[in-house]
């Protein structure tokens, strides 16, 4: 592969680069030199401003004295005192920051003038301005004159040769300012010069190459597929170029071959969705009736009218369901091959709630079930259809294929999963609905109907009473003395008492009456067809039956119960649920009132 238009990039990218390089440590060095003039320039600065300050230190010396000794009020003499501790300091700095000969001789003949003022002039009108003697002498005056203007010429001089330093300095740094100026400015010029000659060339092969390949890759999109590219040369965009013409040759072979391919693999596609729609549809219907279905006994039927249009592309298939009262599994639908009856124990799908996918005459004994063994040759599917606390069935298949080894997956398998955890799903829901429906309407503690189930049932019942202009009675129980028995023998007892109770009228009352617990020890009894007479003598009877009935305490003793009923008629008591309700409870009442263990009917 050639390298060359890799190589210019490269030399193009470092000559810049080089360039720019170079200026900066020019440049580096330049702000070097500024910055060092900078620290020269603020150092003469700081001389410059300490030797002003020690000419005031001296003229407020001087003046202080002065003061005190005109007014001999001792708070003149403070910057006196400031000017004895700050001057030495002061003239310490200046000497430190100061390099040359002549300025250290200058700054000694001041230091030394000033002590000579303390020693001669200062001091001695101090102490005679204290001692309150007579003004100093004009001599005196004169002498301090005279070394304070040599002190003023002296440190004059200083500053005026720190000044002309201080230009010099300046005027460098201006001069290395405008150095750096210059290097920054040509550094930046020169290496956009460069770049624009280096890459500019570059650019207009690029620009041409990249046209010209993009020309031909449109118009090859476009449909037509004898499009070459012309470049010439040696370097990356010509290997592209040759390795582009390669690829649209073979390319313009390929495509006669894959337009035969896609109406082959079209035709194959459109018979596969027409099966694969054609089974989610029938999967779909299935599943919409399973969802319609409102007891189990119609599921199965759902089940047995769908399954063979569900599972059309197999050889065949069996649905076993569990059933709650038979050990063995209840065959719901089978089509196609029969493969007879299974045992529950006997199905491995069934006993460890796994899918079994077995192969025929090839799979070993141990992985197949025992109602496969003789089935005929082919792969069979055993799917358990799995509950939310145990198998509710188990589903077996007889596919038409084998599985298939490739990465296209196992449609026939998955579709049949797919289904079986549909239907394991839908009589679940089925199965829980009658479970809450029965519940609704069921006592927990007795089993027998509630209250809710018998305000529906007996409205019912007398809307049919109505229609065929047949009587129907209702007769109301209560246990007699039932909070004393819950009192002494707890609330353990009574429950049980409940039930001995129910138990007793629902195993003696005819078929068609409906035994109901009203609340709490109370009872009702509808009983469809039944005259005055005839519930009368059943009412009777029930309370004999009840009297009979001993339940043994803790201790061994029996305990006899008795009960209390009302009896209301249809239509002579009323002709609505709630006035016969409310007759039977009167006359139940007029039982207790009557000494219990007795029969009461309602008042017409």
């Known amino acids: 592969m050639p390298h060359s238009l890799y190589a ?19 440049l580096y060095q330049a702000s070097q030199v500024e910055q060092r003039t900078a620290r020269s320039v603020a150092q003469t600065l700081e001389v410059i401003a300490d030797a002003n300050h020690l000419m005031r230190l001296f003229m407020d010396a ?42 250290h001789r200058r700054l000694e003949q001041a230091n030394q003038l000033f002590r000579q003022w303390i020693k001669n002039v200062a001091t001695d009108s101090i102490i005679k301005t204290r001692n309150a003697n007579a003004a100093l002498p004009p001599i005196a005056d004169k002498a301090s004159k005279r070394m304070v203007d040599e002190f003023r010429t002296v440190m004059g001089n200083f500053i005026d040769t720190e000044q002309e330093a201080l230009h010099t300095r300046q005027a460098d740094s201006q001069g290395a300012a405008k150095h750096a100026q210059y290097i920054m400015v040509w550094s930046i010029l020169l290496a956009l010069a460069s770049a624009l000659l280096t890459w500019w060339p570059l650019f207009r092969r690029t620009r041409h190459a990249v046209s010209e390949i993009t020309q031909r890759s449109q118009r090859m999109v476009a449909g037509d597929l004898s499009q070459r590219v012309a470049l010439r040369g040696r370097d990356e965009f010509a290997w592209m170029a040759h390795a582009f013409n390669a690829m649209a040759a073979r390319l313009e072979t390929l495509v006669a071959t894959e337009k035969r391919t896609n109406r082959e693999l079209a035709e194959r596609v459109n018979v596969l969705v027409r099966d694969r729609t054609r089974d989610m549809r029938a999967r779909h219907d299935l599943v919409e009736a399973l969802q319609a279905c409102r007891s189990t006994q119609e599921a199965q039927s759902t089940l047995r009218n769908q399954l063979p249009t569900v599972f059309a592309n197999t050889l065949g298939g069996t649905l076993w369901c569990l059933n709650t009262h038979t050990a063995a599994p209840n065959r719901i639908c089978q089509w196609g091959e029969d493969s007879g009856d299974i045992e529950r124990d006997e199905c491995l799908a069934l006993r460890d709630g796994g899918l079994r996918d077995v192969t025929l005459p090839m799979a070993h004994d141990a992985k197949a079930c025992s109602h496969l063994r003789a089935a005929r040759p082919g792969r069979h599917l055993c799917i358990p259809l799995r509950g939310t606390e145990e198998p509710m069935g188990v589903l077996h298949l007889h ?25 394991a799903l839908s009589l679940s829901n089925v199965q829980l609905r009658e479970q809450l429906e029965e519940a609704s309407i069921r006592d927990a503690l007795t089993g027998l109907y509630n209250r809710r189930f018998l305000d529906d049932t007996l409205t019912r019942e007398l809307a049919r009473a109505e ?38 009228l629902s195993d003696n009352v005819r078929r068609g009456d409906i035994v109901c617990r009203y609340g709490g020890e109370e009872f009702v009894i509808i009983m469809p067809g039944a005259g005055l007479a005839a519930a009368r003598q059943r009412g009777e009877h029930l309370r ?28 002579q008591h009323g002709e609505y649920a709630e006035t016969l309700l409310h007759h039977a409870d009167m006359a139940l009442y007029g039982a207790k009132q009557g000494g219990r263990n007795r029969l009461a009917i309602a008042h017409d």
């Open 8 to 26: 210019r990039m490269i030399i193009a990218a470092i000559v810049p680069f080089m360039i720019m390089l170079i200026g900066c440590l020019a």
């Open 62 to 103: 001087e003046t202080a004295q002065r003061g005190y000794a005109l007014t001999r009020d001792g708070d003149y003499l403070a910057p006196y005192q400031r000017a004895l501790s700050t001057f030495p300091r002061t003239l310490r700095r200046l000497q430190d920051a100061s390099n040359d000969a002549t300025q």
């Open 399 to 423: 596919l038409t294929s084998p599985p298939d080894e490739t990465d296209n997956g196992d449609p026939q398998a998955e579709f049949a999963l797919g289904a079986a955890e549909d239907m």
């Open 467 to 504: 229609r065929q202009s047949a009587p129907l009675s209702v007769l109301m129980l209560d246990i007699d003395h039932f909070k004393p028995i819950n009192d002494d023998h707890g609330h353990a007892f009574g429950d049980r008492a409940l039930i001995e109770v129910a138990d007793l």
């Open 544 to 571: 004999q039956q009840v009297a009979t009935l001993d339940i043994d305490l803790d201790d061994g003793t029996p305990l006899h119960l008795t009960v209390s009923l009302g009896l209301a008629c249809y239509p």
